[in-house]
């Protein structure tokens, strides 16, 4: 088994959550607070979903996907598949329509499923097990547009030829999303 402690800061040792008394300990101890370190404390872990999709319009031979591009907080341009958070009592597959729409303005009709996606992240109050459902969606009406992001999320959208999109993708696992897509419209299983 791995060895699981980590360095935090100079002579204070986290193991397993628990602060070990190191050089220096005594000084950082005297001046900490009844609560502990942020950065050993637990927090509640929480459970999110969310949907979108692969919207495909073919022209001319050729299937193209709707892709959106945003800003992430260190301010650099991300491209990346629609997608958002279930409202109300929305199933995947109307979350992901919704979203897909709002983001693009492409309405869209959802022919597939093509996985799920999940990874962790954290804020300042809680850990986040994110899970992302990811649906193939045919383009049925609508102009490029994030004019209807109601979030104002998306700064930019294109379409993109479906089998090159994973080029463009910031993702890896969208990246991945978008190869199901084009092996499941290919006849690839």
Same mark, same amino acid.
């Given at each position: 088994?791995?060895?699981?402690?980590?360095?935090?800061?100079?002579?204070?040792?986290?193991?397993?959550?628990?602060?070990?008394?190191?050089?220096g300990?005594?000084?950082?101890?005297? !001046?900490?607070?009844?609560e502990?370190?942020?950065?050993?404390?637990?927090l509640p872990?929480?459970?999110?979903?969310?949907? @979108?999709g692969?919207?495909?319009?073919?022209?001319? @031979?050729?299937a193209?996907v709707?892709?959106?591009?945003?800003?992430?907080r260190?301010g650099?341009?991300?491209?990346?598949?629609?997608k958002?958070?279930?409202e109300?009592?929305?199933?995947?597959?109307?979350?992901?329509?919704?979203?897909?729409a709002?983001?693009?303005?492409?309405? @869209?009709?959802?022919?597939?499923?093509?996985?799920?996606?999940?990874?962790?992240?954290?804020?300042?109050?809680?850990?986040v !097990?994110?899970?992302?459902?990811?649906?193939?969606?045919e383009?049925l009406a @609508?102009?490029?547009?994030?004019?209807?992001?109601?979030d104002?999320?998306?700064?930019d959208?294109?379409?993109?030829?479906? !089998?090159?999109? !994973?080029?463009h993708?910031?993702?890896?696992?969208?990246?991945r999303?978008?190869?199901?897509?084009?092996?499941?419209?290919?006849?690839?299983?």
């Amino acid at each position: 088994m791995p060895n699981r402690e980590n360095r935090c800061r100079p002579g204070i040792r986290v193991r397993f959550g628990k602060v070990a008394a190191g050089p220096g300990y005594s000084d950082f101890v005297s !001046h900490a607070a009844a609560e502990p370190p942020r950065y050993i404390r637990r927090l509640p872990t929480v459970e999110e979903r969310s949907a @979108g999709g692969v919207v495909v319009d073919v022209r001319d @031979g050729i299937a193209l996907v709707a892709v959106i591009a945003r800003r992430n907080r260190a301010g650099r341009l991300e491209w990346c598949l629609p997608k958002g958070h279930i409202e109300g009592v929305e199933t995947l597959t109307q979350t992901a329509v919704r979203e897909v729409a709002e983001e693009t303005g492409i309405t @869209g009709r959802v022919l597939l499923e093509l996985g799920t996606i999940d990874y962790w992240f954290a804020t300042d109050e809680r850990r986040v !097990h994110k899970y992302v459902h990811h649906f193939l969606l045919e383009a049925l009406a @609508g102009e490029l547009t994030i004019e209807m992001d109601p979030d104002h999320e998306a700064v930019d959208v294109a379409w993109l030829p479906l !089998h090159e999109a !994973h080029r463009h993708l910031t993702f890896p696992n969208e990246r991945r999303i978008a190869r199901v897509a084009w092996q499941r419209l290919a006849g690839e299983e």
